[in-house]
DNA sequence: CACATAGTTCGGCGAGGGCCGAAGTGTTTC
DNA sequence: GAAACACTTCGGCCCTCGCCGAACTATGTG
């Protein structure tokens, strides 16, 4: 790739938009990329397979999802250097954004499961308590299966479809979290009994007092607070 | 200007090529990069035209030639950060790029007139020796009208056409050197009598063994070489 | 299996932009 | 004043590219 042909790629609306927010480490899915930007699915996957051939993308398939990201922090340089030369965007936008980055780093969802701070300790404390087994493919224990069954989830007896439990990288913590089956009845259980709620229209999630007792409890956590 | 409209104006074959001509942190003229580049003359303004109000150029007018360059550091920065996500050119070309550009800063003609370090110290010695006059508004002193006919050279009688001399910002060595119709026809003499003769097909100028003696007789200087 | 969802490929439309030559402006030379 | 020169503006050509919708593939769900 000449300079011209990366200049190329950050050249289009899209494409920049693509990249700035991108700009905060996390991979996103195709899906939200085209949402974010307000294009269509077809013109956002023709946009990312440009970018990642271009070397300012690496991309993670996930199942039916294609999770994308910065190649690297000289690709986040590059950006920065070039949105130096831009005025720079008033402060109450900048503060709007960090405010939403943090409460990401917090939690949020990652497709259909917890991730972000929550994520990575909920699954910790599972792991302790020994509810999953993190050996050469994952699976859920016995005790796993009653504690689900307390909880009032019926996990899927083990299909070919979907595996129960994986594990699934997070882009904040730069740790696995629990995906999977019994990742997204979890996630669907605290939506449900609002231990946690959405913040705005994003994926960051506030997590409730009533929710903060119930992880803390049912994860026996001896902690004043889950994050 | 955007990130987007950054990006835009770097995104072309001709006016990367222009900005990467103005990497050297010299002054090139309209017809110059045209050329350089391979495109029409009319080309090359409306592209330059661009750039400066993209605020990637600077431009000097001086009389009829649009002398441009790099705008600052910034710019440059972010031209050798776009690079580097190009494969680095071959050492070949680069150290032919490297033996040209020094080759240039030593000796060169800047229009028609002597520039680089060359032109530096020849200004300097005829100031020093009370040939031409720097004051508000420069002129030929009596002394100098002598040494320039001593030399073989009629300088025009002062008309309004073109300043006799002229102060004209080098751009290797940030410091000014003899421009004008005086300047001009030293470098005319020079070239007549061999005292200089161009490397190649671009500006830099070698100075013949003749041309040495010449120039450190002529100015007085007590140097080994005048380079 | 049917169904829903995420993503890809393809055809076609329309806007934008790079290019040139021709004509015009301003500067320098004779 | 005439001619040469550097540069600019304008009109028009043509190609690229971003976009969408429709059809298609692949994955997960019931």
Redesign the pocket.
């Known amino acids: 790739m000449s300079l011209v042909q990366i200049a190329?790629l950050l050249?289009?609306?899209?494409r920049a938009a693509f990249c700035l927010a991108l700009l905060d480490g996390r991979a996103w899915?195709?899906?939200e990329l085209a949402r974010h930007a307000?294009?269509?699915?077809?013109?956002?996957?023709?946009?990312?397979?440009r970018l990642t051939a271009g070397g300012l993308l690496t991309e993670v398939r996930q199942?039916?999802?294609?999770y994308v990201r910065l190649a690297g922090p000289a690709v986040a340089d590059l950006l920065e250097d070039l949105a130096s030369f831009s005025p720079s965007t008033p402060s109450p936008q900048t503060l709007r954004e960090s405010t939403r980055m943090s409460a990401e780093a917090r939690a949020r969802t990652c497709y259909d499961h917890l991730a972000g701070h929550l994520g990575v300790v909920v699954s910790d404390a599972l792991l302790n308590l020994g509810l999953v087994v993190d050996r050469n493919g994952l699976s859920v224990s016995e005790r796993g299966l009653e504690w689900f069954a307390d909880l009032g989830v019926s996990l899927p007896a083990r299909r070919r479809?979907?595996p129960v439990v994986r594990s699934c990288l997070d882009w904040t913590e730069r740790r696995t979290h629990l995906g999977g089956?019994a990742g997204?009845a979890l996630c669907r259980t605290a939506f449900e009994r609002q231990w946690v709620e959405r913040i705005g229209s994003g994926r960051a999630l506030r997590i409730t007092p009533s929710g903060d007792r119930a992880f803390r409890e049912l994860l026996a956590l001896d902690i004043h607070s889950i994050i």
Do not use: F, I, P, Y
């Open positions: 190329g050249a289009d609306q899209t899915t195709a899906g307000g294009v269509s699915q077809s013109t956002a996957s023709e946009h990312l397979s199942g039916r999802h294609r479809s979907r089956a997204a």
